[in-house]
């Protein structure tokens, strides 16, 4: 009976914090949402350490931060989420700790694909952004399925960035226009069209052909970024898209991010929208 009594309290306490972020919800609203907001997830070693907790643990309640979080953009109506997963560099790290965060990164892309998963409740669309090839054969196949699986959603997009860094994704890009622009050469060329290299020349690749072969062509540039630990630094994340995004950084390690956190960004966003806006048209 005690039991019973406690679940019902419980399922009447989460109503209630329901009910107050719809309110906080309504307030944001009056402002401009952003469309794309973008989250490096720095911290999950370092609560593992401050908790006193076993290698691997940080990243666990790392995970379950970041389903609030969703949760939160997807209720206030944001668009486009992407996260930073895990970065090419993160390969140097000790092979028992890659290992870990791999079979971590597996099975949590595996629960994306079940049918009460969050990206199934809010009709999200998955796409893996980064170098995949880097991945081991079961990460890289799972990352396939849910990418597969997922693909008739269309009312949010969620982008994983794993195996990225940003100077590989512009690598990337410009390798991907030169063999592009030289295919078109070559067969315009074999047509004997008499193609005028000589009227192209300092304009065979233009921007847009760069940006179409971008890891992140799958989303727009994001409106803000934010990066808990209290750290500024981009780390090689979304170098080529952020120039006019607004960047926050609160103190508190990812596991501890909270609703607070992002209500408190969204609000600093509103207060900068004009300004950012303004920059970014003059671009």
């Known amino acids: 009976m005690e039991t019973n009594r406690g679940t019902e309290l419980d399922g009447i306490f989460e109503k209630f ?30 609560y593992s350490k401050k908790q006193n907790l076993v290698e691997g643990a940080g990243h666990r309640v790392g995970f379950s ?54 990206v199934n409740r809010y009709g999200v669309r998955v796409y893996f952004v980064g170098n995949l090839k880097l991945l081991s054969d079961p990460v890289r196949l799972a990352a396939e399925r849910a990418m597969a699986a997922t693909a008739k959603n269309s009312k949010a997009v969620l982008s994983i960035c794993v195996a990225y860094t940003s100077t590989n994704e512009i690598m990337h890009a410009v390798q991907e226009s030169c063999k592009e622009k030289w295919d078109e050469i070559t067969m315009l060329g074999a047509g004997e069209a008499g193609y005028d290299l000589i009227g192209l020349k300092g304009n065979l690749i233009k921007l847009a052909d760069i940006e179409k072969h971008m890891y992140m062509a799958v989303a727009p540039d994001p409106d803000i970024l934010i990066r808990t630990s209290g750290e500024t630094r981009l780390s090689n994340f979304l170098l080529w898209q952020s120039a006019y995004c607004y960047l926050y950084s609160p103190s508190v390690l990812w596991p501890e991010i909270g609703f607070r956190h992002f209500f408190w960004a969204i609000l600093n966003y509103q207060q900068n929208h004009l300004y950012l806006d303004k920059k970014r048209k003059q671009s």
């Not at 914090?17 to 070693?45: E, W, Y």
């Not at 997963?85 to 000790?94: G, H, K, Q, T, V």
């Open 17 to 46: 914090v329901m009910f107050l972020r719809k309110c906080a919800f309504q307030v944001l609203s009056v402002g401009p949402i952003p469309t794309h907001i973008a989250f490096i997830m720095d911290g999950n070693r370092r």
């Open 65 to 118: 931060a970041l389903m609030s979080l969703l949760m939160y953009c997807y209720e206030l109506g944001v668009k486009y989420v992407t996260i930073y997963a895990f970065s090419i560099d993160n390969f140097r790290r000790r092979p028992e700790e890659v290992q870990s965060v791999m079979d971590l990164m597996q099975e949590k892309i595996e629960g994306l694909i079940e049918k009460e998963s969050i």
